[in-house]
């Protein structure tokens, strides 16, 4: 589980839940969490959100799509611009996961390796995205050659703009 900004920067990462643990239980569950329902330690700055699926309790600090039975159209715009907005995270995590093979097989083990792995993968990612790093390469310690993906700029759009992050739990998602 993660936060992301429109940059694919990972900002907060939260690894080591058991795969069966809810997304909104883990979530608030997490240090983060707790902080930034206490006033004067929020996290987010003012007038930011954090977006996320309809998996997640709603909070004044949170945005969520609406029920499909309370669509109407204006409804039906504003889910679908933050279902793009939110697709910046998970493009996040398909880089990641593209440069730092090891979380296809290790972050399906049982091992209390797990977190430091991720965490040390996502902090190495965005050392990359820090210093532009224009190639996406695969980084696998069993593979003889690199496998080269150039990947379109960030998709942050007039969201993306006003520095809203995104929440999501995909590092644990085969793909």
């Known amino acids: 589980m993660a936060t992301c900004d429109a940059k694919k920067r990972f900002l907060w990462c939260r690894s080591g839940v058991p795969g069966s643990t809810a997304d909104s239980r883990a979530f608030k569950d997490s240090r983060w969490y707790r902080r930034q329902g ?45 279902s793009s907005a939110r697709a910046v995270v998970e493009q996040a995590f398909g880089l990641l996961k593209g440069r730092w093979r090891v979380l296809h097989d290790v972050v ?31 980084v696998d310690a069993q593979a003889t050659h690199a496998n080269i993906q150039f990947i379109d700029g960030p998709a942050g759009g007039a969201l993306g703009r006003v520095g809203i992050i995104a929440l999501t739990r995909a590092v644990r998602q085969k793909g």
């Open 38 to 82: 206490t006033a004067g330690r929020r996290t987010l700055a003012a007038r930011s959100r954090l977006l996320a699926d309809g998996g997640f309790a709603l909070e004044e600090w949170l945005l969520k799509p609406y029920l499909s039975e309370q669509l109407n159209d204006a409804l039906k715009l504003y889910n679908r611009v933050l």
């Open 108 to 138: 399906s083990s049982e091992t209390e390796l797990v977190p430091s792995i991720v965490e040390a993968c996502v902090s190495l990612h965005n050392d990359l995205v820090e210093r532009d790093d224009p190639c996406e390469a695969v």
